[in-house]
Protein backbone atom coordinates (compact mmCIF):
# COMPACT_ATOMS: atom_id res chain seq x y z
CA UNK A 1 0.00 0.00 0.00
CA UNK A 2 2.48 2.67 0.65
CA UNK A 3 4.38 1.58 -2.65
CA UNK A 4 1.19 2.78 -4.09
CA UNK A 5 1.31 6.46 -2.45
CA UNK A 6 4.35 6.73 -3.53
CA UNK A 7 4.03 5.96 -6.87
CA UNK A 8 0.72 8.45 -6.92
CA UNK A 9 2.61 11.52 -5.31
CA UNK A 10 5.54 11.03 -8.53
CA UNK A 11 2.65 10.65 -11.10
CA UNK A 12 1.03 13.67 -9.16
CA UNK A 13 4.23 15.50 -9.37
CA UNK A 14 5.34 14.39 -12.67
CA UNK A 15 1.22 15.58 -14.21
CA UNK A 16 1.73 19.03 -11.92
CA UNK A 17 5.09 19.91 -13.85
CA UNK A 18 3.54 19.50 -17.46
CA UNK A 19 0.53 21.31 -16.02
CA UNK A 20 1.92 24.12 -14.38
CA UNK A 21 2.62 27.30 -16.62
CA UNK A 22 6.40 29.06 -16.51
CA UNK A 23 7.96 31.90 -18.21
CA UNK A 24 10.54 30.95 -20.51
CA UNK A 25 13.22 34.16 -20.65
CA UNK A 26 16.41 34.64 -23.12
CA UNK A 27 18.91 34.06 -21.62
CA UNK A 28 21.64 36.85 -20.76
CA UNK A 29 23.92 35.46 -23.31
CA UNK A 30 21.83 35.64 -25.96
CA UNK A 31 22.60 37.64 -29.03
CA UNK A 32 21.34 40.94 -30.38
CA UNK A 33 23.06 44.05 -31.68
CA UNK A 34 23.76 47.04 -30.12
CA UNK A 35 22.51 50.88 -32.07
CA UNK A 36 25.03 53.04 -30.40
CA UNK A 37 23.87 55.81 -32.36
CA UNK A 38 20.35 55.85 -30.80
CA UNK A 39 21.02 54.14 -27.64
CA UNK A 40 19.21 51.16 -28.50
CA UNK A 41 19.40 47.33 -29.02
CA UNK A 42 18.12 45.27 -31.88
CA UNK A 43 16.70 41.74 -31.85
CA UNK A 44 18.34 39.80 -34.95
CA UNK A 45 15.17 39.06 -36.81
CA UNK A 46 14.04 42.63 -36.26
CA UNK A 47 17.84 44.26 -37.82
CA UNK A 48 16.01 44.99 -41.41
CA UNK A 49 12.93 46.65 -40.32
CA UNK A 50 15.02 48.43 -37.32
CA UNK A 51 17.08 50.74 -40.04
CA UNK A 52 20.18 51.25 -38.23
CA UNK A 53 23.07 53.35 -38.45
CA UNK A 54 26.39 52.45 -39.09
CA UNK A 55 27.53 52.85 -35.58
CA UNK A 56 26.36 49.08 -34.49
CA UNK A 57 28.02 46.07 -32.75
CA UNK A 58 27.48 42.37 -32.13
CA UNK A 59 26.92 42.21 -28.17
CA UNK A 60 24.86 40.27 -25.61
CA UNK A 61 21.74 41.18 -24.12
CA UNK A 62 23.08 40.90 -20.80
CA UNK A 63 25.71 43.96 -22.50
CA UNK A 64 22.55 46.00 -23.43
CA UNK A 65 20.85 45.91 -20.20
CA UNK A 66 24.71 47.08 -18.23
CA UNK A 67 24.35 49.68 -20.67
CA UNK A 68 20.47 50.83 -19.76
CA UNK A 69 19.82 50.10 -23.59
CA UNK A 70 15.91 50.08 -24.24
CA UNK A 71 14.70 47.95 -27.07
CA UNK A 72 14.90 50.14 -30.11
CA UNK A 73 11.40 49.19 -31.10
CA UNK A 74 8.06 47.29 -30.14
CA UNK A 75 9.65 44.13 -33.02
CA UNK A 76 12.60 43.82 -30.29
CA UNK A 77 10.41 43.93 -27.41
CA UNK A 78 8.02 41.34 -28.97
CA UNK A 79 10.82 38.89 -30.68
CA UNK A 80 12.53 39.08 -26.80
CA UNK A 81 9.32 38.73 -24.85
CA UNK A 82 9.14 35.52 -22.63
CA UNK A 83 7.26 32.49 -23.46
CA UNK A 84 4.73 30.71 -21.52
CA UNK A 85 5.84 26.86 -21.48
CA UNK A 86 4.56 23.97 -18.69
CA UNK A 87 7.25 24.21 -15.87
CA UNK A 88 9.01 20.89 -16.67
CA UNK A 89 10.16 22.30 -20.39
CA UNK A 90 10.58 25.79 -19.29
CA UNK A 91 12.97 23.49 -16.70
CA UNK A 92 14.39 21.86 -19.81
CA UNK A 93 15.46 25.02 -21.67
CA UNK A 94 16.70 26.87 -18.51
CA UNK A 95 19.38 24.01 -18.04
CA UNK A 96 20.01 23.77 -21.65
CA UNK A 97 18.64 20.35 -22.69
CA UNK A 98 16.30 21.63 -25.49
CA UNK A 99 16.48 24.96 -27.25
CA UNK A 100 15.02 28.24 -26.76
CA UNK A 101 13.86 30.35 -29.80
CA UNK A 102 16.51 32.46 -29.15
CA UNK A 103 19.74 30.51 -29.22
CA UNK A 104 19.66 30.16 -33.29
CA UNK A 105 20.12 33.90 -33.02
Not at 2 to 29: C, H, R, Y
Not at 76 to 94: H, M, Q, Y
Request: aromatic residues 12%; contains cysteine.
Amino acid sequence: MKKWWIFSGILIVIGAAFLIPANTQPSDDTRIILEHEQHTYIAPVCFEEAQPSNWISEDTLERAEDLDYPPNDTCTEEALAGVKDPFFISLLKDVGIMDKKWDNW
